[in-house]
C-alpha cells in the first residue's frame, strides 16, 4: 500500500493530521513522526489534545496529508489510531522532542496509525487514484 514514493514523502515532508468529532473538524501539522518496517505511521503526541478527542469520539478514524510543496506531489492515507503511552516508539519521541525542547516540552504517547487506503493528490491525470 504505501509504495516506495509515498514512503520517501512521508518520511521527508511535515503531515497534516485530519480528524473530526461532533461535526467540527480539526487538522494539525506534526513534525515528531515516522513511518515503520511494517507500514503503519507513527506521531509522537506533543499538542494533539483535540486530535485524542476526535479519536475517542469516532473510533480512531483519521486522515493524513503528505505533499511536497515545490513539486506538488502528494499523498492522503486514511486508516485507523491508536494511542500508545509506553514502549519503544515512545521513548523514542521523548528523546526527540526533549532533545529539540532542552526539556520544556514532551511526548506523552504515540498514535500508531493503519492506513487503509493511499490516495494520490498530485496534480494529474493519477490525481485521486487510490494506490
Known sequence: M???SVIKLL???MWDLATCANGE???VPVA???VTDDGKLVVGDVFLETTLNN???NDGKIAISVYDAQSLEGYQMKGTAEYVTEGTIVDTFKAMVEK???GAA???GALII???KVIVTTPGAENKKEI
Open 114 to 116: 493503519t492506513p487503509s
Open 11 to 13: 518520511k521527508n515532508g
Open 2 to 4: 504505501l509504495n516506495e
Open 32 to 34: 515528531f513522526k515516522d
Open 106 to 108: 514532551t511526548t506523552k
Open 25 to 27: 473538524p480539526n487538522v
Open 55 to 57: 479519536l475517542k469520539a
Open 100 to 102: 529539540m525542547f532542552h
